[in-house]
Protein backbone atom coordinates (compact mmCIF):
# COMPACT_ATOMS: atom_id res chain seq x y z
CA UNK A 1 0.00 0.00 0.00
CA UNK A 2 1.04 3.09 -0.69
CA UNK A 3 0.71 6.35 1.89
CA UNK A 4 1.72 10.00 2.04
CA UNK A 5 2.96 11.07 5.36
CA UNK A 6 2.10 14.65 5.80
CA UNK A 7 4.73 16.96 7.51
CA UNK A 8 3.75 20.05 9.35
CA UNK A 9 4.87 21.21 12.58
CA UNK A 10 6.24 17.51 13.07
CA UNK A 11 9.66 17.56 11.35
CA UNK A 12 11.16 14.59 13.32
CA UNK A 13 11.46 11.38 12.63
CA UNK A 14 11.85 10.24 16.15
CA UNK A 15 8.63 9.70 18.16
CA UNK A 16 6.14 10.86 15.51
CA UNK A 17 3.46 9.17 15.84
CA UNK A 18 2.03 9.51 12.65
CA UNK A 19 4.99 8.55 10.64
CA UNK A 20 4.97 5.50 13.22
CA UNK A 21 1.93 4.75 12.03
CA UNK A 22 2.79 4.33 8.95
CA UNK A 23 5.68 2.10 9.14
CA UNK A 24 3.91 -0.65 7.11
CA UNK A 25 3.28 1.24 3.30
CA UNK A 26 5.90 2.27 1.27
CA UNK A 27 5.32 5.99 2.40
CA UNK A 28 5.94 9.22 0.35
CA UNK A 29 6.54 11.99 2.66
CA UNK A 30 5.30 15.48 2.06
CA UNK A 31 5.85 18.60 3.01
CA UNK A 32 3.30 21.72 1.69
CA UNK A 33 4.17 25.33 1.99
CA UNK A 34 0.26 26.70 1.90
CA UNK A 35 0.31 29.59 -0.45
CA UNK A 36 -1.86 31.59 2.45
CA UNK A 37 -0.68 29.95 5.50
CA UNK A 38 3.04 31.13 4.35
CA UNK A 39 2.08 34.77 4.41
CA UNK A 40 1.77 35.21 8.30
CA UNK A 41 4.83 32.83 8.53
CA UNK A 42 7.65 35.85 9.96
CA UNK A 43 11.06 36.16 8.21
CA UNK A 44 12.90 34.72 11.67
CA UNK A 45 10.43 31.64 11.15
CA UNK A 46 11.20 31.18 7.63
CA UNK A 47 14.84 30.81 7.86
CA UNK A 48 14.46 28.04 10.70
CA UNK A 49 12.01 26.20 8.81
CA UNK A 50 14.52 26.21 5.62
CA UNK A 51 17.34 24.39 7.31
CA UNK A 52 14.87 22.16 9.85
CA UNK A 53 13.16 20.94 6.12
CA UNK A 54 16.70 20.28 4.92
CA UNK A 55 17.63 18.12 8.26
CA UNK A 56 14.79 16.04 7.85
CA UNK A 57 15.63 15.59 4.20
CA UNK A 58 18.43 14.40 4.96
CA UNK A 59 17.38 11.93 7.71
CA UNK A 60 14.60 10.97 4.80
CA UNK A 61 17.56 9.94 2.49
CA UNK A 62 16.27 12.62 0.23
CA UNK A 63 13.47 11.70 -0.19
CA UNK A 64 10.93 14.64 1.26
CA UNK A 65 8.40 16.29 -1.26
CA UNK A 66 8.33 19.62 -1.46
CA UNK A 67 4.92 21.24 -2.51
CA UNK A 68 3.67 24.88 -2.51
CA UNK A 69 0.27 25.27 -2.91
CA UNK A 70 -3.68 25.19 -1.41
CA UNK A 71 -2.98 22.23 0.66
CA UNK A 72 -5.87 20.12 0.40
CA UNK A 73 -5.58 21.16 -3.60
CA UNK A 74 -2.18 19.47 -3.82
CA UNK A 75 -2.82 16.54 -1.25
CA UNK A 76 -5.78 15.56 -3.98
CA UNK A 77 -4.00 16.18 -6.76
CA UNK A 78 -0.84 13.73 -5.09
CA UNK A 79 -2.97 10.95 -4.51
CA UNK A 80 -4.53 11.24 -7.92
CA UNK A 81 -1.38 11.06 -9.99
CA UNK A 82 0.98 8.94 -7.54
CA UNK A 83 -2.29 6.64 -6.51
CA UNK A 84 -1.87 6.94 -3.45
CA UNK A 85 -4.35 4.69 -0.36
CA UNK A 86 -3.66 6.46 2.49
CA UNK A 87 -2.56 9.49 4.40
CA UNK A 88 -1.05 9.67 7.24
CA UNK A 89 -0.83 12.98 9.70
CA UNK A 90 -0.22 14.88 12.92
CA UNK A 91 -2.55 17.09 14.38
CA UNK A 92 -1.81 21.06 14.43
CA UNK A 93 -3.96 21.97 17.01
CA UNK A 94 -4.55 25.74 15.77
CA UNK A 95 -8.08 26.68 14.59
CA UNK A 96 -7.68 27.49 11.03
CA UNK A 97 -5.72 24.22 10.47
CA UNK A 98 -8.63 22.33 12.55
CA UNK A 99 -11.02 23.33 10.17
CA UNK A 100 -8.54 22.73 6.91
CA UNK A 101 -8.36 18.84 8.31
CA UNK A 102 -12.14 18.49 8.61
CA UNK A 103 -12.26 20.06 5.09
CA UNK A 104 -10.11 17.75 3.85
CA UNK A 105 -11.18 14.34 5.66
CA UNK A 106 -14.74 15.33 3.77
CA UNK A 107 -13.11 15.07 0.55
CA UNK A 108 -10.71 11.87 1.16
CA UNK A 109 -13.77 10.30 2.50
CA UNK A 110 -15.72 10.94 -0.58
CA UNK A 111 -12.93 9.42 -2.32
CA UNK A 112 -12.08 6.74 -0.32
CA UNK A 113 -8.93 7.27 0.68
CA UNK A 114 -7.49 6.43 4.18
CA UNK A 115 -6.79 8.81 6.79
CA UNK A 116 -5.44 8.68 10.22
CA UNK A 117 -4.20 11.77 12.36
CA UNK A 118 -2.80 11.98 15.61
CA UNK A 119 -1.78 13.99 18.18
CA UNK A 120 2.12 14.54 18.22
CA UNK A 121 2.03 18.06 19.69
CA UNK A 122 0.77 17.95 23.10
CA UNK A 123 0.91 16.13 26.13
CA UNK A 124 -3.06 16.22 27.09
CA UNK A 125 -5.50 16.99 23.73
CA UNK A 126 -7.80 20.30 24.13
CA UNK A 127 -11.05 18.37 24.47
CA UNK A 128 -9.43 15.89 26.95
CA UNK A 129 -9.21 18.61 29.95
CA UNK A 130 -12.48 19.70 31.08
CA UNK A 131 -14.06 21.23 34.40
CA UNK A 132 -16.69 19.02 36.11
CA UNK A 133 -19.33 20.67 34.05
CA UNK A 134 -17.94 19.93 31.03
CA UNK A 135 -17.11 23.86 30.31
CA UNK A 136 -12.69 24.92 29.44
CA UNK A 137 -10.63 26.05 32.26
CA UNK A 138 -9.88 30.06 32.25
CA UNK A 139 -7.20 29.55 35.03
CA UNK A 140 -3.79 27.92 34.92
CA UNK A 141 -3.52 26.33 37.69
CA UNK A 142 -6.24 24.02 38.22
CA UNK A 143 -6.17 23.68 34.35
CA UNK A 144 -2.79 22.16 34.76
CA UNK A 145 -2.96 20.52 38.35
CA UNK A 146 -6.58 19.29 38.08
CA UNK A 147 -6.98 19.12 34.52
CA UNK A 148 -4.16 17.54 33.17
CA UNK A 149 -2.11 16.04 35.93
CA UNK A 150 -5.16 14.74 37.77
CA UNK A 151 -6.70 13.70 34.51
CA UNK A 152 -6.96 10.03 33.52
CA UNK A 153 -5.23 10.34 30.18
CA UNK A 154 -1.42 10.35 30.90
CA UNK A 155 1.25 11.65 28.74
CA UNK A 156 1.64 8.78 25.58
CA UNK A 157 5.38 8.19 26.13
CA UNK A 158 8.08 8.38 23.42
CA UNK A 159 7.70 5.69 20.79
CA UNK A 160 10.82 4.02 19.17
CA UNK A 161 12.14 5.31 15.19
CA UNK A 162 10.97 3.15 13.00
CA UNK A 163 12.76 1.56 9.83
CA UNK A 164 10.45 3.27 6.36
CA UNK A 165 10.10 2.47 2.88
CA UNK A 166 10.46 5.91 1.74
CA UNK A 167 9.19 5.93 -1.70
CA UNK A 168 9.87 8.95 -4.60
CA UNK A 169 7.16 10.91 -6.31
CA UNK A 170 7.75 11.01 -10.07
CA UNK A 171 8.34 14.88 -10.42
CA UNK A 172 11.53 16.17 -8.37
CA UNK A 173 11.08 19.23 -6.21
CA UNK A 174 13.55 20.97 -4.47
CA UNK A 175 13.61 22.63 -1.29
CA UNK A 176 14.89 26.20 -2.75
CA UNK A 177 11.91 26.21 -4.72
CA UNK A 178 9.75 26.92 -1.97
CA UNK A 179 11.90 30.60 -1.48
CA UNK A 180 11.98 30.21 2.22
CA UNK A 181 15.38 32.10 2.72
CA UNK A 182 15.64 35.87 2.56
CA UNK A 183 17.62 37.75 0.55
CA UNK A 184 19.41 40.08 2.90
CA UNK A 185 22.10 38.97 5.30
CA UNK A 186 20.49 39.74 8.50
CA UNK A 187 19.62 35.68 8.34
CA UNK A 188 23.32 34.80 9.15
CA UNK A 189 22.71 36.36 12.43
CA UNK A 190 20.22 33.92 13.16
CA UNK A 191 21.84 31.20 11.07
CA UNK A 192 25.02 32.14 13.52
CA UNK A 193 22.95 31.85 16.60
CA UNK A 194 20.85 28.42 16.23
CA UNK A 195 21.91 25.20 14.71
CA UNK A 196 18.15 23.42 13.64
CA UNK A 197 16.92 20.26 13.48
CA UNK A 198 16.06 16.81 15.43
CA UNK A 199 19.55 15.93 15.83
CA UNK A 200 20.05 19.29 17.55
CA UNK A 201 17.11 19.52 19.47
CA UNK A 202 17.93 16.44 21.13
CA UNK A 203 21.68 17.46 21.82
CA UNK A 204 20.31 21.25 23.70
CA UNK A 205 18.01 19.30 25.61
CA UNK A 206 20.78 16.52 26.84
CA UNK A 207 22.97 19.92 27.19
CA UNK A 208 20.00 21.58 29.37
CA UNK A 209 19.36 18.17 31.46
CA UNK A 210 23.53 18.33 32.57
CA UNK A 211 24.07 22.25 32.88
CA UNK A 212 20.90 24.14 33.32
CA UNK A 213 17.91 22.31 34.88
CA UNK A 214 19.82 21.90 38.31
CA UNK A 215 18.80 25.88 39.17
CA UNK A 216 15.72 26.39 36.93
CA UNK A 217 13.39 27.52 39.17
CA UNK A 218 15.02 30.71 40.17
CA UNK A 219 17.49 30.59 37.07
CA UNK A 220 14.87 30.90 34.88
CA UNK A 221 14.85 34.56 36.00
CA UNK A 222 18.27 36.07 34.97
CA UNK A 223 18.53 36.42 31.42
CA UNK A 224 22.39 36.66 31.36
CA UNK A 225 22.53 33.08 32.66
CA UNK A 226 22.18 29.98 30.72
CA UNK A 227 19.39 28.75 33.09
CA UNK A 228 16.75 27.92 30.46
CA UNK A 229 16.56 24.79 27.94
CA UNK A 230 15.54 27.74 25.01
CA UNK A 231 14.27 24.82 23.34
CA UNK A 232 11.29 26.85 22.24
CA UNK A 233 11.93 26.54 18.53
CA UNK A 234 13.12 23.02 18.62
CA UNK A 235 9.32 22.39 19.97
CA UNK A 236 7.49 24.75 17.62
CA UNK A 237 8.71 22.92 14.63
CA UNK A 238 8.18 19.66 15.90
CA UNK A 239 11.72 18.95 16.07
CA UNK A 240 11.42 17.40 19.12
CA UNK A 241 8.36 16.28 20.73
CA UNK A 242 6.78 17.33 24.29
CA UNK A 243 6.62 13.82 25.63
CA UNK A 244 10.50 13.66 24.74
CA UNK A 245 11.18 16.39 27.24
CA UNK A 246 8.46 15.30 29.57
CA UNK A 247 9.56 12.01 29.97
CA UNK A 248 13.64 12.57 30.03
CA UNK A 249 13.09 15.61 32.63
CA UNK A 250 11.19 13.44 34.77
CA UNK A 251 13.23 10.28 34.73
CA UNK A 252 15.90 12.60 36.96
CA UNK A 253 13.62 12.68 39.61
CA UNK A 254 11.46 14.92 41.63
CA UNK A 255 12.62 17.99 42.45
CA UNK A 256 11.12 21.85 42.51
CA UNK A 257 13.31 22.43 39.17
CA UNK A 258 12.27 19.42 37.18
CA UNK A 259 8.80 20.23 38.50
CA UNK A 260 8.73 24.08 37.66
CA UNK A 261 10.23 23.26 34.17
CA UNK A 262 7.77 20.42 33.28
CA UNK A 263 4.97 23.24 34.76
CA UNK A 264 6.52 25.92 31.83
CA UNK A 265 5.41 23.17 29.45
CA UNK A 266 1.80 23.24 31.14
CA UNK A 267 1.61 26.56 30.39
CA UNK A 268 2.56 25.95 26.31
CA UNK A 269 -0.27 23.61 26.55
CA UNK A 270 -2.79 26.17 28.29
CA UNK A 271 -1.86 28.38 25.14
CA UNK A 272 -2.88 25.74 23.00
CA UNK A 273 -6.06 24.83 24.92
CA UNK A 274 -7.21 28.37 25.06
CA UNK A 275 -6.62 29.40 21.32
CA UNK A 276 -8.97 25.85 20.46
CA UNK A 277 -11.54 26.34 23.43
CA UNK A 278 -11.56 30.41 23.08
CA UNK A 279 -10.75 30.77 18.88
CA UNK A 280 -11.95 34.41 18.71
CA UNK A 281 -8.83 35.06 21.03
CA UNK A 282 -6.26 35.25 17.97
CA UNK A 283 -7.68 38.82 16.95
CA UNK A 284 -9.78 39.85 19.93
CA UNK A 285 -9.58 40.93 24.05
CA UNK A 286 -10.26 37.44 25.57
CA UNK A 287 -11.21 39.60 28.49
CA UNK A 288 -13.81 42.08 26.40
CA UNK A 289 -14.06 45.05 29.22
CA UNK A 290 -10.78 45.57 27.35
CA UNK A 291 -12.63 46.10 23.68
CA UNK A 292 -13.50 49.90 25.32
CA UNK A 293 -9.94 50.80 26.44
CA UNK A 294 -8.44 53.94 25.30
CA UNK A 295 -4.94 52.40 23.00
CA UNK A 296 -2.69 54.96 22.08
CA UNK A 297 -0.90 53.23 19.09
CA UNK A 298 1.42 55.81 18.81
CA UNK A 299 3.91 55.29 15.53
CA UNK A 300 6.91 56.13 16.26
CA UNK A 301 6.95 54.88 19.64
CA UNK A 302 5.82 51.56 18.15
CA UNK A 303 8.49 52.25 16.10
CA UNK A 304 11.43 53.29 18.68
CA UNK A 305 10.31 50.16 20.79
CA UNK A 306 10.77 47.69 17.55
CA UNK A 307 14.57 49.20 17.21
CA UNK A 308 15.45 49.27 20.60
CA UNK A 309 15.44 53.12 21.21
CA UNK A 310 13.26 53.79 24.04
CA UNK A 311 15.65 55.22 26.40
CA UNK A 312 15.18 52.56 28.80
CA UNK A 313 18.40 49.77 28.64
CA UNK A 314 17.01 46.97 29.80
CA UNK A 315 14.13 47.30 27.06
CA UNK A 316 16.50 48.33 24.50
CA UNK A 317 18.80 45.21 24.92
CA UNK A 318 15.61 42.76 25.22
CA UNK A 319 14.87 44.57 21.58
CA UNK A 320 18.32 44.02 20.62
CA UNK A 321 18.18 40.44 20.98
CA UNK A 322 14.80 39.87 19.66
CA UNK A 323 16.65 41.24 16.22
CA UNK A 324 20.15 40.12 16.96
CA UNK A 325 19.06 36.31 17.61
CA UNK A 326 15.55 35.69 17.04
CA UNK A 327 15.08 35.11 20.63
CA UNK A 328 14.06 37.36 23.33
CA UNK A 329 14.32 35.95 27.10
CA UNK A 330 10.94 35.18 28.81
CA UNK A 331 11.90 37.97 31.88
CA UNK A 332 12.76 40.10 29.30
CA UNK A 333 9.68 39.54 26.88
CA UNK A 334 7.49 40.67 29.97
CA UNK A 335 9.70 43.50 30.60
CA UNK A 336 9.54 45.05 27.05
CA UNK A 337 6.08 43.76 26.51
CA UNK A 338 4.42 45.54 29.71
CA UNK A 339 6.51 48.61 28.47
CA UNK A 340 4.65 48.53 25.40
CA UNK A 341 1.28 47.66 26.24
CA UNK A 342 1.33 50.09 29.39
CA UNK A 343 3.96 52.83 29.39
CA UNK A 344 3.08 53.20 25.57
CA UNK A 345 -0.46 52.67 25.75
CA UNK A 346 -0.27 50.49 22.34
CA UNK A 347 -2.85 47.35 21.60
CA UNK A 348 -0.97 43.77 22.31
CA UNK A 349 -1.69 42.91 18.70
CA UNK A 350 1.46 45.65 17.47
CA UNK A 351 3.49 43.80 19.77
CA UNK A 352 2.48 40.20 18.78
CA UNK A 353 2.86 40.71 15.16
CA UNK A 354 6.63 42.61 15.62
CA UNK A 355 7.29 39.14 17.83
CA UNK A 356 5.92 36.79 14.82
CA UNK A 357 8.07 38.39 12.81
CA UNK A 358 11.36 37.94 14.56
CA UNK A 359 10.90 35.28 17.08
CA UNK A 360 12.67 31.88 16.01
CA UNK A 361 9.76 30.14 18.11
CA UNK A 362 7.11 32.17 16.77
CA UNK A 363 3.92 30.54 17.80
CA UNK A 364 0.67 30.99 17.10
CA UNK A 365 -0.93 29.73 20.66
CA UNK A 366 2.18 30.59 22.59
CA UNK A 367 2.56 34.27 21.59
CA UNK A 368 -1.11 35.15 21.19
CA UNK A 369 -1.72 33.71 24.74
CA UNK A 370 1.51 35.35 26.14
CA UNK A 371 0.93 38.71 24.80
CA UNK A 372 -2.76 39.12 26.25
CA UNK A 373 -1.81 37.43 29.68
CA UNK A 374 1.18 40.36 29.51
CA UNK A 375 -1.46 42.93 28.21
CA UNK A 376 -4.06 41.82 31.06
CA UNK A 377 -6.49 40.99 28.35
CA UNK A 378 -6.05 37.62 28.18
CA UNK A 379 -6.60 34.26 30.31
CA UNK A 380 -5.62 34.27 34.52
CA UNK A 381 -3.34 37.29 33.07
CA UNK A 382 -1.02 39.56 35.09
CA UNK A 383 -3.29 42.62 36.26
CA UNK A 384 -3.19 45.62 33.70
CA UNK A 385 -2.24 47.75 36.84
CA UNK A 386 0.74 46.04 37.66
CA UNK A 387 2.85 47.72 35.61
CA UNK A 388 6.68 46.74 35.69
CA UNK A 389 9.24 49.32 36.15
CA UNK A 390 11.81 48.67 33.74
CA UNK A 391 14.67 50.23 36.00
CA UNK A 392 14.05 48.37 39.02
CA UNK A 393 13.53 45.07 36.47
CA UNK A 394 17.20 45.67 35.12
CA UNK A 395 18.48 46.11 39.01
CA UNK A 396 16.40 43.31 40.03
CA UNK A 397 17.34 40.71 37.29
CA UNK A 398 20.42 41.68 35.54
CA UNK A 399 22.36 43.09 38.59
CA UNK A 400 26.14 43.67 36.88
CA UNK A 401 24.20 44.66 33.46
CA UNK A 402 26.01 41.65 31.99
CA UNK A 403 23.05 41.07 29.61
CA UNK A 404 22.32 44.89 28.88
CA UNK A 405 25.50 45.46 28.41
CA UNK A 406 25.82 42.69 25.98
CA UNK A 407 22.77 44.27 23.16
CA UNK A 408 23.51 47.78 23.96
CA UNK A 409 27.90 47.83 23.87
CA UNK A 410 27.67 51.83 24.07
CA UNK A 411 26.84 51.41 27.66
CA UNK A 412 29.70 49.15 28.75
CA UNK A 413 31.24 51.68 30.96
CA UNK A 414 28.37 52.90 32.94
CA UNK A 415 28.69 52.56 36.40
CA UNK A 416 25.77 49.56 38.16
CA UNK A 417 24.19 52.64 39.45
CA UNK A 418 23.09 54.51 36.77
CA UNK A 419 23.28 51.81 33.81
CA UNK A 420 19.24 51.21 33.43
CA UNK A 421 18.28 54.85 34.64
CA UNK A 422 21.30 56.90 32.57
CA UNK A 423 19.41 60.15 32.22
CA UNK A 424 19.31 60.42 35.86
CA UNK A 425 23.61 60.37 35.74
CA UNK A 426 25.64 63.48 36.22
CA UNK A 427 27.30 64.92 33.42
CA UNK A 428 31.12 63.56 34.92
CA UNK A 429 29.55 60.18 35.18
CA UNK A 430 28.37 59.92 31.06
CA UNK A 431 31.60 61.51 29.97
CA UNK A 432 33.93 59.08 32.11
CA UNK A 433 31.34 56.25 30.62
CA UNK A 434 31.45 57.26 27.00
CA UNK A 435 27.77 58.10 26.74
CA UNK A 436 26.45 61.22 24.99
CA UNK A 437 22.40 61.38 26.02
CA UNK A 438 21.10 61.68 22.96
CA UNK A 439 23.65 61.00 20.27
CA UNK A 440 25.37 57.58 21.13
CA UNK A 441 22.12 56.32 23.63
CA UNK A 442 18.29 58.13 23.09
CA UNK A 443 16.70 60.04 26.39
CA UNK A 444 13.70 57.81 27.81
CA UNK A 445 10.80 58.55 25.21
CA UNK A 446 8.14 58.59 28.28
CA UNK A 447 8.47 59.24 31.45
CA UNK A 448 7.85 56.31 33.85
CA UNK A 449 5.77 57.82 36.34
CA UNK A 450 3.72 60.04 33.90
CA UNK A 451 2.69 56.84 31.65
CA UNK A 452 2.36 54.60 34.25
CA UNK A 453 -0.30 56.89 35.65
CA UNK A 454 -1.53 57.72 32.41
CA UNK A 455 -1.75 53.65 31.83
CA UNK A 456 -3.35 53.40 35.51
CA UNK A 457 -6.33 56.28 34.45
CA UNK A 458 -6.59 54.98 31.30
CA UNK A 459 -7.41 51.69 32.91
CA UNK A 460 -9.61 53.09 35.47
CA UNK A 461 -12.07 54.48 32.45
CA UNK A 462 -12.77 51.16 30.97
CA UNK A 463 -13.70 49.86 34.86
CA UNK A 464 -16.19 52.37 35.56
CA UNK A 465 -17.65 51.33 32.20
CA UNK A 466 -17.95 47.82 33.01
C1 LIG B 1 5.06 38.59 25.14
C2 LIG B 1 5.48 37.14 25.05
C3 LIG B 1 5.47 36.49 23.82
C4 LIG B 1 5.84 35.14 23.73
N1 LIG B 1 5.83 34.53 22.51
C5 LIG B 1 6.18 33.23 22.42
C6 LIG B 1 6.19 32.56 21.16
O1 LIG B 1 5.86 33.12 20.11
N2 LIG B 1 6.59 31.26 21.12
C7 LIG B 1 6.95 30.58 22.25
O2 LIG B 1 7.31 29.40 22.17
N3 LIG B 1 6.91 31.18 23.47
C8 LIG B 1 6.55 32.47 23.58
N4 LIG B 1 6.55 33.08 24.81
C9 LIG B 1 6.74 32.26 26.02
C10 LIG B 1 8.19 32.15 26.54
O3 LIG B 1 8.78 33.41 26.62
C11 LIG B 1 9.06 31.26 25.66
O4 LIG B 1 8.42 30.02 25.44
C12 LIG B 1 10.40 30.97 26.34
O5 LIG B 1 11.07 32.16 26.64
C13 LIG B 1 11.24 30.10 25.43
O6 LIG B 1 12.51 29.93 25.96
P1 LIG B 1 12.98 28.51 26.50
O7 LIG B 1 12.72 27.46 25.49
O8 LIG B 1 14.37 28.66 26.97
O9 LIG B 1 12.01 28.29 27.74
P2 LIG B 1 12.13 27.34 29.00
O10 LIG B 1 12.04 28.23 30.19
O11 LIG B 1 13.29 26.45 28.93
O12 LIG B 1 10.77 26.52 28.95
C14 LIG B 1 10.64 25.27 28.25
C15 LIG B 1 9.50 25.35 27.27
O13 LIG B 1 8.27 25.62 27.94
C16 LIG B 1 7.45 26.47 27.13
N5 LIG B 1 7.24 27.74 27.83
C17 LIG B 1 8.07 28.35 28.70
N6 LIG B 1 7.52 29.49 29.16
C18 LIG B 1 6.32 29.60 28.56
C19 LIG B 1 5.26 30.56 28.62
N7 LIG B 1 5.32 31.63 29.43
N8 LIG B 1 4.17 30.36 27.84
C20 LIG B 1 4.07 29.28 27.06
N9 LIG B 1 5.03 28.32 26.95
C21 LIG B 1 6.13 28.48 27.70
C22 LIG B 1 8.20 26.71 25.83
O14 LIG B 1 7.77 25.78 24.88
C23 LIG B 1 9.64 26.46 26.25
O15 LIG B 1 10.47 26.08 25.18
C24 LIG B 1 6.20 34.44 24.92
C25 LIG B 1 6.21 35.11 26.14
C26 LIG B 1 5.87 36.44 26.21
C27 LIG B 1 5.89 37.12 27.56
Not at 89 to 118: A, M, R, T
Not at 284 to 298: Q, R, V, Y
Not at 383 to 394: A, E
Request: proline residues 5%.
Amino acid sequence: MRAIHWFRNDLRVADNPALYAASEKDVLPVFILDTHDAKNLGEASKVWLHHSLEKLNQSLGGKLYFIQGNTIDEIMRLINSEKIDAIYWNKVFEPKQSNKDSELIDLLKKNGVEHHSFNGSLLWEPESVLKNDGTPYKVFTPFYRKGCMKSESTPREPLPRTKHNFINAKEETTLSALNLLPNHRWREKIESCWSMGEESAMRRLNHFLEDGIQNYKEGRNFPAKAFVSRLSPHLHFGEISPNQIWFKARAMGDNKNIDHFCSELGWREFSHYLIHHFPFMLEENLNKNFDAFPWDNNEVFIQSWKSGETGYPIVDAGMRELWETGYMHNRVRMIVGSFLVKNLLTHWSYGKDWFNDCLVDADLANNTASWQWVAGTGADAAPYFRIFNPVKQGQDFDKDGEYTKRYLPQLSNMPDKYLFNPWEAPEEILDVAGVKLGETYPYPIVELKASRENALSSFSQIKKKK
